[in-house]
């Protein structure tokens, strides 16, 4: 018997996350010293099994639902930074519903207010999609 399902989505999400990272660590950043890795760093947020006294210890801390995965911390004209969220490729859903349906609320509510905040704020799906997207903001695309 394999894993359950959800720990397998949670799995390559957390796989296609490290590649994104991994990537980062490399790449010079464009317009700052450093790669661009000195400025993404990510929000241990979702998913995680916490007990009951910690998740309310880390929730009085700040801990948020909904607070996307990767955040990139440098300012790209109009945007003060960027939020990604991170899903697993879409090959690993079983039919498009599913794929709307990895947005929760949460996240989608979260891309909105920062949004109306001055960031930018994407789902990316994969490693490869993430990098896109954080390539295309930091050329101002």
């Not at 995680?48 to 210890?57: D, F, G, I, R, V």
């Amino acid at each position: 018997m394999g894993a359950p399902r959800y720990a397998q989505a949670k799995d390559y999400e957390a796989q296609e996350q490290i590649a994104v990272v991994e990537w980062a660590a490399l790449a010079p950043h464009p317009s700052l010293p450093g790669k661009v890795g000195d400025y993404l760093h990510a929000t241990p947020n979702g998913g995680y099994k916490l007990s009951p006294a910690l998740a309310k210890k880390m929730k009085r801390m700040g801990l948020k639902a909904g607070v996307s995965d990767l955040f990139l911390a440098t300012a790209v004209a109009p945007y003060h930074g960027l939020y990604v969220e991170m899903k697993k490729q879409r090959q690993h859903f079983d039919c498009n519903s599913s794929i709307k349906a990895a947005m929760r609320a949460s996240q989608v509510e979260w891309i909105d207010r920062m949004a109306l905040a001055g960031f930018h704020g994407s789902f990316a799906y994969g490693a490869e999609e993430a990098i896109a997207i954080i390539e295309e903001y930091l050329h101002g695309r």
